[in-house]
Structures are given as structure tokens and as C-alpha cells.
């Protein structure tokens, strides 16, 4: 399921306003929905999210946030995001956005991040800054499923994206693609060609890995570049190990009024502790029933009350936000019990599908001082589903799934069964009136028939005929 997540710190006036100036902007600029976010969908977390960038101080009155379920990328969302690159997709990486390729994908992700940074510091080690600048940062995360077009294991980036980079962006300072060869080399013996310009062994989550660098700065048009990866035997596709860390979720109760959820969160690190800050976002539509909360570890009760931020939501007005502060033991399973009322809504507050149901926004872990030796990033970036970002105290942010929770909804075809019934009795009244309306009467003289001529007028003969 296809989430989008739009959070941001603004300066301290006129909050309200500018988070919905920012959200319309950045509707039409994407060619995305963010307009439909409104006040009953935008949460002020306390503790959960940080700004990146300089030092905003006490940022939490002051942060919006908010998600669209069922958001999906789709090439109305790519075309404006290739046109915010330098060199839009004439050159350098952005070549390789063939919006086909890109939308073939089993999963993808588009990120825009704007942040403030220190252009001119006084000084090495001061903490003030004369210049301050604004910094954009594009992010596209595309997961491809290779078997689902070629069976072959080997892969090129002609057949991957239908295209070959060229060269550099000319107003790039740095362009390159890195391919992680950590695992693929040392367990299948596979090969990549042509030759990388470099070999750089980086340290990601506190784990070594092995890259291959290729600089499109040494690439001319004449000769593109096309990477080249071959195993040199059959190669068996083994099911991917679970990860350190994951969030499920999972909707509890029955009927039209009784709700629930079941949030797990599981740590399948034998030796580590996990400390997670755990945020649900939650509708005003979904009434939660804070004292039926129930916390367990493998089972052993425990009490969340003493490290729980609760903000209780208003109707129409602002949505529930639960923030945890958790500890979770090796190898552990966390699990969260909570059950909620489903509210009544107006006829006119219903979507065009009310019978698919509504969605309850995914949930936010953030763990710190992540480490895993399965991590998916090769360098200190914020995308879809899985970011973490490079400070001193590494943190990992997680979404869980949404939830998709049938309401009571009324049976939207009466409206028009009473419009048809209506219809047609207004059609047949009003067709009888305007007959009699505009029928001229006459009279018309009847002559006595003999009895002959009535009965072979009975036998369908005419009168007067043998």
C-alpha cells in the first residue's frame, strides 16, 4: 500500500496558513494531492520527528505533519520531479528515468527535502552562522523484480531501465554510480563489467561494505555506459532474511462499532537493545479507547503509561497521536492492544468508494543507533519507507502499513432508487395529464349493424362479401 508523508517546521507565525499555502504549492509543483490535507488529518508530534539541518530549537509547536493513504507514484508525479534536476533527464543520472522502467517496478519512491544549512561559517568549530542557504535534496528509490521480465539472473542497465547514461550533468559537481558487490562476489563469484573506475569500502550501520565506483564524468556520449552483471552459473534465489527490525500491524474487532489494532513490533537482534520512539497517527473517526490499552513483551505484560505522549483528537478538527518511548529487549516481540469506537460520519464526508473502506495512517518507529549488516542504503540518505540519517546518534525511521477499516456506511443506492421510483411516477402522471391536456374530443355517429354483418365481422370477414 502506497503512502505519502509530508512533514515540516516553519518559523513561529501564522503556522496554520503557511502549512496550507505549502501543501497546495507542493501539490500543483508534484502533480500530487497534497491539497486534500486539511486540518483533521495534520498532528503536531512532540518527540517522534527532528528537523534536519541548523539547530531550530524547541521545534514541536511548530511541526506539521500529516499522510496520505493510497498516494501512488505514478508518471504524473515523475515528469515535474525530473524537471527540478539541474539538467532535468537530457544528462548525467537522470538518463536512466525512463518513466516505463521506473514504473515497472516492484516498489518506488519519490522524496523532495528542503532544509536550511550554513553557507558561510565563521570559522572551524563556531556555532554560528553568518549566511544561511537552503538546501533540496531529490531522492528516487525504484526496486526492481528482474524475473518478472527476463529469467536470465544476469542484468544490465540497458535491460533495467531501457537507457544508458551518457555522461555528466554539466552543472554537477559530482555524479556517480556505486554498485554494491559485498555479497554477490564473495557468494556467486559474479562479474561486472566493464572495470569500475574504483573500489571504496565504506562502513554502513557499523558494517563493512565493498562498492564498485563508476565517475559519468569520464563517460562521452560516443561510448555510454552500460554495466554489465554476470553469474557464471545457475544461480538459486533463496527467501530474504528478516530484517533486525520491523512494525507489523493488524485490525482487530467486528461489526459497524467495535474497532481494534495489534501492533507488533519485533527485534530479532540476539545480543542488542533497541530503543524506539513509536508514533501513531490516528483519524478522529476512529474514537480510541485509551484505558483498553495493553502492552506485553513475549508475552509478560508490561506498563507503557509512564513513557506515553498522548494528544486527544477533536472532531473534524485534529487527529489522535500517540507517542511511545520503548526498550526492546533482544530477540523480543513487542506488542500493542488497543480498541476504538467507529464514528458516525455525514453522507457528504464519505469518499466516491465508501465501501472499500477508510485507512488508518501508518505508524512511525524510530530507532536509535541502528546497526545491521542487511542495510538497503549505501551512503546517508532519507527516502520511502526506509531512512535513516547520518548524525552522530544514527536513526532509523520505520512506517508500518496502514490499516484498511470498514465504518458504518449508509446504502448510497437508495438515493437512487428513490430518484428512479420518483421519475417514473412524475413520467406517468405527468403523461396522462398532458393527453387528456391536449386530446380533442369528437363524436363520432355509430350505425346500427344487421346481425350478418356482426357475425362475419366476428369471423374476421368483411361485410358484404360471399
Known sequence: MWVSVFW???????????WHGLTNGLSGLLCASLNSINSAATAQPRRTLEPEGMDQGNHSSRLRYAQLTR??????????????????DKAGLAKLLHAKSVMDGAYRALGVHVRPVCNHPQGVGDTECSSVALELRLTLTVVMDKLSFDTSPNWSL?????????????LASDSVITVDTTD?????????????????????????????????????????????WRY????????????????????????????????????????????????ETVLWYFRILLHTMQASVNGKPVDLWANLTYQAAKDRQRPHVLEYALELPPSSVLEIRMEFDKAFQMWNEFPPDAHHGFYMSSGVACIQSFSTPNASALYPVQNGYLVYRGRESRVLTVHSPPLLIMLP???????????????????????????????????KKLEAASVKDRMLKLLGMAPGKS
Open 8 to 18: 515540516c517546521v516553519f518559523m513561529p507565525f501564522r503556522l496554520d496558513k503557511r
Open 71 to 88: 498516494e501512488t507514484v505514478c508518471t504524473e508525479n515523475l515528469t515535474p520531479f525530473k524537471k527540478l534536476l539541474p539538467c532535468s
Open 158 to 170: 540497458q535491460k533495467l531501465f531501457r537507457s544508458k547514461p551518457t555522461g555528466a550533468c554539466p
Open 184 to 228: 554477490n562476489v564473495t557468494r556467486y563469484h559474479a562479474t561486472l563489467s566493464p572495470a569500475p573506475d574504483a573500489v571504496e569500502n565504506i562502513d554502513v550501520y557499523g558494517h563493512s561494505r565493498r562498492l564498485a565506483v563508476y565517475d559519468l564524468r569520464k563517460v562521452n556520449a560516443s561510448k555510454p555506459l552500460n554495466l554489465i
Open 232 to 279: 557464471p552459473k545457475t544461480v538459486l534465489y533463496a527467501s530474504v532474511p528478516k530484517p533486525v527490525f520491523f512494525v507489523e500491524r493488524l485490525a482487530t474487532g467486528y461489526g459497524d462499532q467495535d474497532g481494534g489494532m495489534l501492533v507488533r513490533l519485533h527485534n530479532t537482534d540476539p545480543q542488542s537493545c533497541l530503543s524506539v520512539l513509536y508514533m
Open 409 to 443: 456506511t449508509p446504502d448510497f443506492s437508495m438515493p437512487y432508487n428513490v430518484i428512479c421510483l420518483s421519475c417514473t411516477i412524475v413520467a406517468i402522471a405527468f403523461g396522462s395529464l398532458h393527453n387528456l391536456s391536449i386530446k380533442r374530443f369528437t363524436l
